[in-house]
């Protein structure tokens, strides 16, 4: 589960003849882009991502990559790809083990990376 990030524009507050007017501002804000999605048996998807920000945190050169997410049809088809650029984790939620519950449940965490912009591709 995910969302399309915010996106704003700060604006410039100009006086005029007892009014107030507005120019647009020159600075794009994006939020996190947050995700929430289903750790594999083996954990690799998790310890991927657990690795990349322990490694940021101790190199001095950080780890970024573009990432992007396919939008689908109803059918599964392919219609819109946004790519994040220069992407990387800030964050990954707790894990929850259920020892009590009887169904199938799968485990999901949740995870969020900070990029420097987006793009539809």
């Known amino acids: 589960m995910t969302s399309i990030p915010a996106l704003s524009l700060g604006e410039v507050s100009t006086p005029f003849r007892n009014q107030q007017t507005y120019t647009p ?20 998807n998790y ?8 490694n940021n945190a101790q ?7 573009d990432m992007i997410l396919h939008i689908l049809t109803s ?3 392919p219609n819109k790809r946004i790519r994040y650029v220069d992407a990387f ?10 020892t009590q519950t009887t169904d199938v449940v799968y485990v999901s965490v949740d995870a969020s990376f900070r990029y420097n912009y987006f793009e539809f591709i």
Request: glycine residues 4%; aromatic residues 14%.
């Open 25 to 44: 501002g020159d600075r794009l804000d994006y939020a996190s882009f947050d995700m929430r999605f289903i750790v594999s048996e083996n954990m690799e």
């Open 89 to 98: 984790p800030t964050n990954i939620g707790a894990i929850e083990f259920h």
């Open 59 to 65: 190199e001095d050169k950080w780890k970024c990559s």
């Open 75 to 77: 059918s599964n088809n």
């Open 47 to 54: 310890s991927e991502l657990y690795n990349w920000i322990r």
